[in-house]
């Protein structure tokens, strides 16, 4: 119990993570640059050709996965802005900014790929589905996150801002989980099931489960070289900071 | 292998410019989220060092 406690209390330190963090960068660029010329190859190449949807189908590879991290990175986020606002961490502050850069980037692949599946499945680009408007909102609260952040001449007074806005933001994430099965639109059902069997074919499903490995390994690394950049740059005039420079 | 030729796998029969170029968009995106801390590392590394350099001719 004890050493779990001290392990927290480390994680908040900003040099602690930023030299442990060292170690983990090259596992994680390894397993994701792995993980995704793998899950491309066999999507791209080697998954058979969806009989309804021909090859446009093939987009899924990077559609689902970029909207699992899209959400996930929310969650994350939410309870790194519970954290900030009860305990005052910074490495909390710095973290949460990163998830909000690359969430919105994540949430803009989504929408992206979604809108050019959309063409030729659903004969336009864009619709004012329950999903894909939800997501929508998700994109500009990411947006409006990482600008309340970097608002304000205190950095405190931004980060206190942003992780409000954060907590409030997640009424949002139930809407989004569900709104394929409340507003039965044009957005399809969810492909991939825990409780049952997935509506997919194996042959095709296996690249998929590759692909949302590989993307999850893409995030962590995103997640350390944002956060560690931030770091350097919020501590940039500490001694240990200084001493890495030679 | 599900195409026989290159150009079939281009033209993904008549899907390869939205299959492709949704890969393009996430490549140049995911792209730019990895370069971006990497430079502004350099950044503020490059600002110490001057600062550093400042300081020792003072």
Known sequence: MKSLVQFFFKLGSPNWFYKVSSYLVPVFALLSIGLMSWGLVAGLLYAPMDFKQGNSYRIIYIHVPSSFIALSCYYMMALLAAVYLIWRTKMAAIVLRSCAVIGAAMTFIALVTGAIWGKPTWGTWWVWDARVTSMLVLFFIYMGIFALSKAYEREELGSKAAAILALVGTVNIPIIYWSVDWWFALHQGATLKLTEKSAMDSAMLFPLLVMIAATYCLYVLLILLHSRAEIIRSEQRKQWVKDLVK | ?58
């Open chain 2, 1 to 58: 292998m599900q195409f026989n030729s290159l150009q079939e796998l281009w033209f993904m029969g008549g899907h390869g410019s939205y299959v492709w170029s949704a890969f393009a968009i996430t490549a140049t995106v995911v792209l730019g989220l990895v370069l971006q801390p990497i430079l502004k590392r350099r950044k503020v590394f490059a600002d110490i060092k001057q600062r550093k350099q400042f300081e020792a001719q003072q």
